[in-house]
């Protein structure tokens, strides 16, 4: 199986919205989960979006990873690799977007990196080096309060720069509205000037166009899945692409079983959504307290979901209100309390598939990455999109049996988001 595009997906939300995109926009696209085992078959596909969980891990980690991604897609003949990040670029002053961008242009070659987390169909715009969540510049929006990853400044130039090697380059929306000659040769002179990361502005989608047929020409690439949508319809241009898009026919068909959802993230939006969900469904929320107190939570949250969850979905969420969250990481600190709901989460999930869960939304980049890895599901077919970002997933190779998903990660969904992927979800 040669390809023709990879993708280092950051988080595994995060890579299921950039297999979404791609899909969309005229690409077999697979999402696998972690480097695939050699005896797993994937099909034959345009695009591989590898899913890794080094957002937050230690730089030196995440380096390790995408780089053993890395080897594995030039391997199968990627040309292009786009190093997956979050559209509100999630890091911190250590990393992990500056280090894992630099060591994968050293292992290409060198050269610059065109860097942008802008997506505007997700409310995401990039000008003169600023990020804008909703019209809100990042360090405004609720992002300033991200329980892993707080954004306190919105010029992404200073970001990345306080967490690279190099000094980082800008490429303005002046530079961008005159075309990929002129982008070109900016990111060229840039390069020369021994500058690896460069933030490009985007406003509408035909800046995302002009960055991905200027990016599709280097070897490595930054951004969310914006940018995947400019390097996917860049190859549709070239003629490379032997077909005309992937189906998505056998993902979304049915499969049966019981349906439940599982929610981690604190987002406002998904505070919000299982509020709405409680109107049709019954909801069990955890006392994220107790859940750091020991095993009897996670006990009495699955015999509460046995007693009902063959009468219709159940939902169980540890999402908390930002001041419940900040308390909790003052007292056990912010590592050892995120561990502790990611791992009861995922253990809830995994005994809601023992009693025949096939069905199943969760919510948060944190929370689906603890509950995939505990399933051990090898890979994804791409789906329908359910919501901007957000496809119906279908397993690959699971020992589980067929199963449909919905990974979601916590910003991402309209109010009625959990009823409507169950109802896509058959």
């Known amino acids: 199986m040669a ?46 979006v590898v899913s890794l969980k080094i957002r937050s891990v230690p730089a030196s980690d995440a380096v390790a990873a995408a780089a053993s991604a890395d080897r594995w897609l030039r391997q199968r003949g990627a040309g292009h690799v786009l190093y997956k990040i979050c559209s509100t670029f999630d890091s911190t002053d250590a990393g992990n977007i500056g280090p894992v961008t630099e060591a994968l242009s050293d292992a ?63 490429i303005d929306l002046t530079t961008i509205a005159a075309g990929s000659g002129a982008v070109k040769a900016r990111l060229d002179a840039l390069s020369t000037a021994g500058i690896t990361a460069v933030i490009a502005d985007a406003i509408f989608e035909r800046d995302l166009e002009t960055l991905g047929e200027v990016a599709l020409e280097t070897p490595v690439s930054t951004g969310a899945s914006g940018l995947g949508l400019g390097l996917a319809r ?53 006392d994220p307290e107790r859940l750091l107190a020991g095993p009897d939570e996670i006990a009495a949250a699955i015999s509460w979901a046995g007693d009902r969850i063959s009468a219709g979905p159940v939902v169980i969420a540890a999402s908390a209100a930002p001041e419940t969250v900040s308390r909790l990481q003052s007292l056990h600190g ?51 999109e359910i919501a901007p970002g957000v496809p119906v997933l279908r397993t690959v190779g699971n020992a589980q049996g067929d199963m449909l998903l919905a990974l979601k990660s916590g910003n991402f969904g309209g109010e ?8 896509m979800m058959r």
């Open 3 to 48: 390809i023709l595009l990879g993708s280092i997906a950051d988080d595994y939300t995060g890579a299921s919205d950039l297999a979404n995109t791609l899909t969309k926009n005229g690409l077999r696209t697979v999402q696998t989960v972690g480097i695939p085992d050699p005896a797993l078959a994937l099909p034959d596909v345009d695009a591989v």
């Open 108 to 170: 290409a070659g060198g050269g610059g990196v065109l860097v942008t987390p802008a997506f505007p169909e997700t409310g995401r715009t990039v000008y003169l080096g600023h990020l804008f969540v909703g019209g809100q510049p990042l360090n405004e929006s609720p992002l300033k309060d991200h329980p892993l990853n707080p954004m306190h400044d919105a010029n992404l130039v200073r970001v990345l720069t306080r967490q690279s090697r190099n000094a980082v380059g800008l």
């Open 234 to 286: 860049a190859l549709v241009r070239s003629g490379r692409i032997s077909s005309d898009g992937a189906t998505t026919a056998d993902a979304i068909r049915p499969v049966g079983g019981l349906s439940a959802i599982v929610a981690g993230s604190c987002s406002k939006a998904t505070l919000h959504q299982l509020d709405i969900a409680e109107r049709s469904m019954p909801v069990l929320r955890l």
């Open 416 to 423: 009625d988001f959990f009823t409507a992927a169950l109802a």
């Open 334 to 384: 912010r590592e050892a309390s995120g561990h502790a709901i990611e791992t009861a989460t995922s253990i809830i999930t995994a005994e809601l598939v023992e009693r025949g869960v096939r069905r199943l939304v969760v919510a948060g980049g944190e929370t689906s990455g603890a509950a995939v890895d505990r399933l051990a599901i090898p890979a994804f077919l791409i789906g329908p």
